[in-house]
Structure formats: structure tokens, C-alpha cells
């Protein structure tokens, strides 16, 4: 008696018959990424990121290491969200113009910014955005650079960064992060400071955000170099929501 699925393996053991030697090796290497250990976690509560979401990603994050010890890359964590959540029933949609300067992907008509860390000197408990958004070139004062940041929240409704972390006891790990848009916001009031020092012409400078105890909750990084942008540096984990993790060995070792 043959059971369900039977016909579908069948007619994948005839395509694999078809293929040349080096494509069955690229079969067996992406079939021994998916046996490889693995351990994935959402929060309960998240509503972004259900059990199958969950899942999905996890699965093109095996597949993709099933051919690259890097990071996954941004363009192609947009894509892959993307495919995973509608895979799972949830509406997505990434922004038509690739290179607009508001949001990357619609969730159930929410529009979301995406961001990528996977510096060689991540941290743990702190997030850095390396490029936030270009501050183009017109007068270089850091309130009205701020208020600009301020404006391009406004583009958006969530945030999320995808980051691989570094790797702990051989395993590979990534972690989705929601930063609370509220959090950014609290910009409004920073204090600035001009690195004075800097050769940079515009010369550089922070807006540091407190909490009332006055520890460091993130800075705005203004860099006046040559792509003149913002960047977001020691933002406190512990101030954002974890929505999921994913460690597994990895299959290209």
C-alpha cells in the first residue's frame, strides 16, 4: 500500500536520475543541510513570527549555508522573509522600487523597515545600524539631520534588523530583532555633540538618547564622510523584542 507522498518521492527520484553528477552533489548538500542539528525559538507572542514562519526561515537560512559560510545578505533576507511568510498564509509584499528611502516590505498592510547586522564585531546586547539612511547633501546641522531621521520614521510602521551573531560552539547563529519605532522617536530630545577632533569635512557628530538614570540607550551617529549618513550605534538590546532565533550546525563546515 503506498502511502502519502510516495508518488511525489518517486517522481523526484526520476528527476534526480536526469541531473548531471554535480547537480546531484548540490541535491545531497542542501538534503544534508536540512539533517543538520538544529535549534529554533520564537517569542510566544510574536505575531510576525508564527511556528511556521519559523520554520520557513529556517529553512532557506540551512539552505543558503548549505552553499555560503556567509551572512545571509540583505536583498536576499527581504526575498526570503518575503517567500516565507506568504508560504505561511501572511501577506507580503516587498516595495516595488527597490531603492526607495521608506519602507522595505508590507506585512498584512503594515508597512515595515528591514535592517541587516553581520559585522565581524557585533555584540550580543547591543545593535548597530550601519547605514540608518543617507543624509544627502544639503546644510549639515545635526537638529535638523535629526529631524530628517524623524521624517523617515514616519515611512514606517516596524522595524525589524536580521543579525548573525557570531558563531557560539560551532553553531551558526541569527536572531530577529524588533527596534520599537517609540524607542527611535525618544530622538527627539537628544543631546548633540560635534567631534571637534574629526578631519571629516563635515565634521561628525552624535545624539545621544538617555534614560532617566541617564544610561546610554542609543546614539544617533552622524558621519560626515564621503556617503554622508546615519548610522545608529550601541542601541541597547534589552530595550528591544527578540522575535525569534536560529542556531544550527553548519552544513558547508
Not at 545593535?127 to 546641522?141: A, C, F, P, T, V
Not at 549618513?229 to 553548519?250: E, N, P, Y
Request: one cysteine or more; charged letters at 30%.
Amino acid at each position: 500500500m503506498s502511502r502519502p507522498g510516495d508518488d511525489e518521492i518517486a517522481g523526484m527520484a526520476e528527476a534526480l536520475r536526469r541531473l548531471s553528477p554535480a547537480q546531484r552533489q548540490w541535491i545531497s548538500s542542501v538534503i544534508r543541510a536540512f539533517q543538520a542539528a538544529r535549534q529554533f525559538d520564537r517569542a510566544p507572542d510574536s505575531d510576525i513570527v508564527t511556528d511556521a514562519v519559523l520554520e520557513a526561515l529556517g529553512d532557506r537560512l540551512l539552505s543558503h549555508h548549505a552553499a555560503s559560510r556567509q551572512a545571509l545578505s540583505k536583498d536576499r533576507f527581504e526575498f526570503a522573509l518575503e517567500a516565507a511568510l506568504n508560504a505561511c498564509g501572511i501577506d507580503a509584499q516587498l516595495a516595488s522600487n527597490r531603492t526607495n528611502r521608506g519602507h522595505d516590505l508590507t506585512i498584512a498592510a503594515v508597512s515595515v523597515s528591514l535592517k541587516t547586522e553581520a559585522a565581524a564585531s557585533i555584540r550580543d546586547d547591543t545593535l548597530h545600524i550601519s547605514k540608518w539612511m543617507e543624509l544627502g547633501r544639503g546644510e549639515w546641522k545635526l537638529p535638523l539631520l535629526r529631524d530628517l531621521f524623524l521624517e523617515h520614521l514616519q515611512n514606517y510602521e516596524r522595524i525589524f534588523t536580521f543579525r548573525r551573531l557570531k558563531n557560539q560552539a560551532e553553531l551558526i547563529r541569527y536572531e530577529l530583532v524588533e527596534i520599537p519605532k517609540a524607542l527611535l522617536l525618544e530622538s527627539a530630545r537628544c543631546d548633540f555633540e560635534i567631534s571637534r577632533a574629526s578631519r571629516q569635512n563635515p565634521q561628525p557628530g552624535y545624539g545621544y538618547v538617555r534614560d532617566a538614570a541617564g544610561r546610554l540607550k542609543y546614539a544617533l551617529y552622524f558621519d560626515g564622510g564621503a556617503e554622508r549618513k546615519l548610522q545608529i550605534k550601541h542601541l541597547r538590546k534589552d530595550l528591544c523584542k527578540v522575535q525569534a532565533t536560529w542556531r544550527f550546525a553548519s552544513p558547508s563546515a
